[in-house]
């Protein structure tokens, strides 16, 4: 056995941007298990509490993204005193002007980190169409579209009275800004629900204990034996060189990609809200069953459901407000833009555009089509017509995930056709000899999506009652079996990268 | 107030697509079947036009029910 090295330990502890720290990582559960004794010992002091929160969020993020941690910092200081500034000052002018700077400051640092090179790239792509693009040296801090629509919603909030105080404290504004349990993926807690947990006293019922660690003990299964398993086994293979492969390959791998993307984005949040619960706190979950969406409208508030609250309450309402007198004419151009944005928010391509601006056509399309569809409802019996509208928005999503998945713009339309002109069905008993785990593997985890909610109430009130030590137990036994599964390398959650 | 719930009550009913449609204070959108985000800026803009008056977004965030409304309306008269 190897000696203790201290300065190996001590430099283990500094932000390493080859290895940054991952959320299900046995370093990170060592590190708030340190943590969580801490925050319990002084649990009932505030100030205390408050204060180990804000270290260990702050510690996080700069074990994920180094001294970026100061930009995060500095951006929360300066919305913490526009914020103050649009309560305090009288003129409905000034408020509008403290607002645009605040919009100015956030949007403009996002648009500096995440589109720069984008931008560089459409304009040389436009102007000198075959020209090398200038490409800079940008890394954005990771999180920054999150955190960023975060602190936004305290200052809109503010303006329109909805939070009727500000926040008198700048560290609990810190705090709500880099509170680790949203800060690398969402979901997008906002500031009227959040805050005010950091002023009251968080309550750690058994109930919320076993919670807690139920979700963290779930989403790592989803992320480990569901998304990573089947990316690093089959999807990720084919959407690397697709050249290798059958059309029938690239089918099977959009439906792979689907079911990736969400197990990978649930898995996460999860444990995200899992770990809020296990300090007492209630953030929002993204996810309700996604799946079983009839029409994209309802994907849409069934899916990432904090960003879409968002994108709601702060653009696509506005928007819609001040055109209401279009009509119809004004809502659907608000519907677009909305769309538009939250492409480009996902990603600074091509493919995220065109990805938002399918999204935006298919919701159009439901607001057009539902007269008509209420008719083909009327004379199909409701099962069918159910099935039906499950199955067809379950296509429309597997296939434009191919958009989130490949490289490039040319990359997926090679990949459309290859998946649509090369099918050989006969070819199935062949793949599925070579692909039986990562098929029953997505079969079995789409299947569990479809289970009633009662189902997972019954297991959970069964994980309830079990002794601490057997669920401890339990949790130490998933680890060490999900760990096997690791064979390659961590993988990054995919929805980092937004 | 009166004058101002017949009004309303009416453009409700054209808007909502119902002849017998009554208005309550407590009356929101989860109680109308046609209430959706759509058909809810149509009767705002509907309105303004009939009252002569017009909103903020500001205002109509805060606004809980069909009776913070008419409160608002006659507010703005």
């Known amino acids: 056995m190897g000696s203790f090295n201290l300065q190996v330990f001590l430099q283990s502890l500094t932000y390493n941007p080859a290895n940054p720290l991952m959320y299900q990582s046995v370093t990170f559960f060592l590190l708030f298990a340190v943590f969580y004794i801490f925050y319990s010992i002084f649990f009932n002091s505030r100030p205390i ?59 403009g640092a996002l648009m500096y980190f995440k589109y720069t090179n984008f931008l560089l790239e459409s304009w040389t792509g436009i102007v000198h169409p075959g020209a090398e693009p200038l490409v800079l040296k940008i890394i954005q801090p990771i999180g920054i579209s999150y955190f960023v629509f975060k602190t936004l919603t305290y200052i809109f909030d503010i303006q329109r009275e909805v939070i009727e105080k500000p926040e008198k404290s700048w560290f609990r504004y810190i705090l709500y800004v880099s509170f680790f349990p949203n800060i690398l993926a969402g979901p997008i807690s906002k500031a009227r629900d959040l805050l005010p947990q950091f002023i009251t006293k968080p309550e750690i019922s058994k109930e919320a204990l076993s919670k807690g660690l139920f979700l963290i003990m779930l989403g790592l299964i989803k992320k480990i034996a569901v998304a990573d398993y089947i990316a690093s086994n089959f999807v990720d293979r084919i959407f690397e060189s697709p050249e290798f492969f059958t059309g029938f390959d690239a089918y099977m791998a959009s439906y792979g990609a689907m079911i990736q993307l969400f197990f990978d984005f649930a898995g996460y949040t999860d444990m995200m809200v899992g770990f809020a ?127 989130l998945k490949a490289k490039t713009f040319s990359d997926a339309i090679d990949f459309w056709k290859k998946m649509f002109t090369e099918i050989d069905l006969s070819l199935f008993s062949k793949w599925f000899g070579i692909y039986t785990t990562p098929f029953l593997v997505m079969v079995i985890a789409l299947i569990l999506q479809f289970l009633p909610n009662k189902m997972y109430t019954s297991i959970f009130n069964f994980f309830k009652k079990w002794h601490w030590t057997l669920k401890a137990l339990a949790f130490a036994i998933l680890v060490i079996v999900l760990y096997q599964l690791y064979i390659l390398e961590a993988m990054p959650f995919i929805y980092i990268q937004f | 107030m009166e004058d101002i719930i017949i009004k309303t009550r009416d453009i409700f009913r054209e808007i909502f697509n119902d002849s017998s449609l009554e208005i309550t204070r407590e009356m929101t959108a989860n109680d109308v079947d046609k209430w959706d985000s759509l058909t809810h800026l149509t009767m705002i803009a509907k309105t303004e036009a009939v009252f002569g008056i017009k909103f903020k977004l500001k205002e109509l965030v805060k606004m809980k029910n069909v009776g913070d409304m008419l409160d608002k309306i006659q507010e703005k008269l």
């Not at chain 1, 538009?340 to 990603?347: E, K």
């Open chain 1, 277 to 403: 619960f296990l300090m007492g706190f209630t953030i929002e979950h993204n996810f309700n069953k996604p799946f079983l969406a009839g029409n994209i409208s309802e994907f849409w508030r069934r899916w990432h459901i904090t960003l879409y609250n968002w994108l709601n309450e702060y653009l696509y309402q506005p928007m819609a407000f001040a055109w209401r007198r279009w009509k119809l004419a004004g809502a659907m151009l608000a519907v677009f833009l909305t769309f538009l944005i939250s492409g480009l928010w996902h990603g600074a391509a091509i493919t995220f555009v065109v990805w938002g601006l399918l999204h935006g056509l298919a919701i159009a399309w439901d607001v057009f089509s539902s007269s008509g569809r209420k008719k083909v409802q009327k004379w199909m019996p409701k099962v069918i017509y159910k099935v039906l509208s499950i199955l067809i928005t379950f296509h429309f999503l597997v296939f434009t995930a191919v958009l």
């Open chain 1, 49 to 107: 509490r408050n204060a180990l929160l804000l270290v260990f969020s702050l510690y996080f993020y700069y074990k994920l993204s180094g001294l970026f941690v100061f930009v995060l910092i500095a951006m929360g200081t300066s919305d913490y005193f526009i914020g103050m500034g649009i309560f305090k000052s009288r003129k409905a002018h000034i408020k509008n002007l403290l607002l645009t700077l605040s919009v100015l400051i956030n949007v």
